[in-house]
Nanobody
Framework: QVRLVESGGGLVQAGGSLRLSCTASGSSFSINLMGWYRQAPGKQRELVALISVGGNTNYADSLEGRFTISRDNAKNTVYLQMNSLKPDDTGVYYC?????????WGQGTQVTVSS
């Protein structure tokens, strides 16, 4: 059973930066696809960014190049560097991992951007 643990959320002013981390434990292999989703209050969960074990990335169009996803395969850890944060980026950010037909979710970390 893969377990995902996120860290790095918090409160930041608009224009600031945060870095989220998510480590997968319980796996002896490099997970194929890892990424981040977010859910704002009253809205559906949406994709933020994905990264494959080979380093291919996919971002939500709305991010306008402000976020960067990366990963350390040896540590089964994925990162999300968030710059130029806006109040609309506020929400719970969830780590996601997909491998061999299974999907796993972290418990979520709160990101709040004040104006």
């Amino acid at each position: 059973q893969v377990r995902l643990v996120e860290s790095g959320g918090g409160l930041v002013q608009a224009g600031g930066s945060l870095r989220l981390s998510c480590t997968a434990s319980g796996s002896s292999f490099s997970i194929n696809l890892m990424g981040w989703y977010r859910q704002a209050p009253g809205k559906q969960r949406e994709l933020v960014a994905l990264i494959s074990v080979g380093g291919n990335t996919n971002y939500a169009d709305s991010l306008e190049g402000r976020f960067t996803i990366s990963r350390d395969n040896a540590k089964n850890t994925v990162y999300l560097q968030m710059n130029s944060l806006k109040p609309d980026d506020t929400g719970v950010y969830y780590c996601n991992a997909a491998h061999a037909g299974f999907r796993y979710w972290g418990q979520g970390t709160q990101v709040t951007v004040s104006s």
